[in-house]
């Protein structure tokens, strides 16, 4: 593994499995929310395509996304593992709300100096949201992803439940976090 991807919906812990595999492996971790929002307001990063390509150029690396759509066929054709966070609905969602209540709460800066505010709770993009309701396309779209030729021979790890993610990497190298509980 020197180029991977980490898939799954908002709350299935891509972040978090990419950050803990990234250093057991000593790969590059690189969030591409981070990369994609620029500023206030959630602008988005006039050179995110760019910055992204030039990282997925790389020998070794691991990214915590499908890929918005201006990279994500790039990512998938570059990298040579993809590990699939495909947790229940049940615990995404449980997962999301808390981090979105948590984010909200204590007003925590997230990409761009942005922060999640409660106004944006009702709208339809917010993650909360979003994860209810793209639950179902984004596991179809992982699953053809996985499945298409196009993308051959691109290791697929597929991970149901947040044990048998913590069990996987707790099985990956002995990078500096050996010992510490994976929170994936």
């Known amino acids: 593994m020197r180029r991977v991807l980490v898939v799954g919906i ?5 972040s978090t499995l990419a950050r803990a595999l990234g250093e057991r492996l000593d790969l590059p971790f690189h969030e591409l929310d981070a990369l994609h929002f620029a500023g206030p307001g959630w ?47 049940h615990v995404v969602m449980r997962r999301v709300v808390l981090r979105s209540l948590r984010r909200s709460l204590l007003r925590e800066r997230l ?14 993009d917010h993650p909360v949201w979003w994860a209810w309701t793209r639950y179902g396309p984004r596991r179809a779209e992982i699953g053809r ?12 790890v597929r991970l149901r439940s947040p044990r048998a993610a ?16 994976p929170q994936a």
């Open 145 to 156: 992803r996985a499945a298409d030729p196009k993308f051959a021979p691109l290791r697929v």
């Open 43 to 89: 602008a988005v990063s006039p050179t995110f395509a760019e910055d992204t390509a030039r990282l997925a150029g790389t020998e070794r690396w691991i990214f915590d996304s499908l890929g918005y759509p201006a990279v994500r066929d790039l990512l998938w054709e570059r990298a040579d593992t993809v590990v699939w966070l495909d947790h229940p609905r």
């Open 10 to 14: 908002s709350g299935a812990g891509k």
């Open 166 to 181: 913590g069990a996987w990497l707790r099985a990956q190298g002995a990078g500096p976090s050996q010992g510490r509980r």
């Open 111 to 124: 990409f761009g100096g942005n922060r999640e505010a409660w106004r944006e709770w009702l709208r339809a």
